[in-house]
């Protein structure tokens, strides 16, 4: 965090690829004044992405770098890295950002950025984590919430929502509850590093002053 922010909100820049329910989420907190971040960008590789309207309407600045119009996708991660210089956030939140990362990305900003997984981590990185925990017949799934790095889905935890996965629950009814989780627990890391308790330390959580070697966790209630 640079000098000229401390005492004041943390500049934020939001990544979404979709509908945005989680942004949606962050919004309703700093609206209600729980969430002491300022977004000064939502940036999104979909030109159809809901989030988009989401963040319109609530006056904040959106910028769409559509990822189907480079030939090449060294050129548009590059795109994404100059917008993201160019308004030097002090975190980057990716909600629901369905690009990788480029190593080169992931170093600049180095524990500077948070994703929200929907699995419970280590376990079921990367798509359709839905149906292959109701495939593995596993007894609960959830979120994670962790510090991005370039290896996928693998930085440092930092807080997991976890519930108890049903009799012949299908996966769009896992996924409404299990989102249900994310709007809780997002906000949450996001407040944690805003008020200076969250860091990545040595590629390690720090959280309050201790490192911690496994995630918080929020059960369904």
């Not at 925990?133 to 609960?140: A, K, R, Y």
Request: hydrophobic residues 35%.
């Amino acid at each position: 965090m640079k000098e000229s922010d401390i005492g004041s909100a943390t500049s934020t820049i939001i990544l979404i690829s979709g509908y945005g329910t989680n942004l949606q989420a962050i919004l309703d907190q700093i609206i209600n004044n729980q969430l002491p971040i300022r977004i000064i960008s939502v940036l999104s590789d979909n030109p159809k992405a809901y989030g988009i309207e989401r963040a319109k309407k609530s006056g904040i600045p959106t910028k769409i770098i559509n990822y189907h119009n480079f030939t090449k996708k060294a050129d548009f991660h590059q795109s994404i890295e100059d917008n993201i210089k160019k308004l030097d956030p002090n975190l980057i939140v990716l909600a629901g950002y369905m690009r990788i990362l480029s190593t080169e990305f992931c170093r600049q900003f180095k524990g500077k950025i948070l994703n929200i997984h929907p699995s419970l981590l280590p376990k079921f990185k990367g798509f359709n984590t839905y149906q292959r925990v109701l495939d593995s017949g596993d007894e609960f799934h959830g979120s994670t919430v962790h510090f991005v790095t370039a290896e996928l889905d693998s930085g440092p935890l930092i807080l997991q929502y976890r519930t108890r996965i049903r009799t012949d629950e299908n996966p769009n009814q896992l996924r409404k509850r299990v989102q249900l989780g994310e709007h809780q627990i997002y906000p949450m890391a996001i407040r944690w590093f805003a008020e200076g308790t969250l860091k990545m330390v040595e590629g390690e959580t720090v959280l309050m002053g201790k490192r911690i070697t496994k995630p918080e966790i929020l059960e369904e209630t």
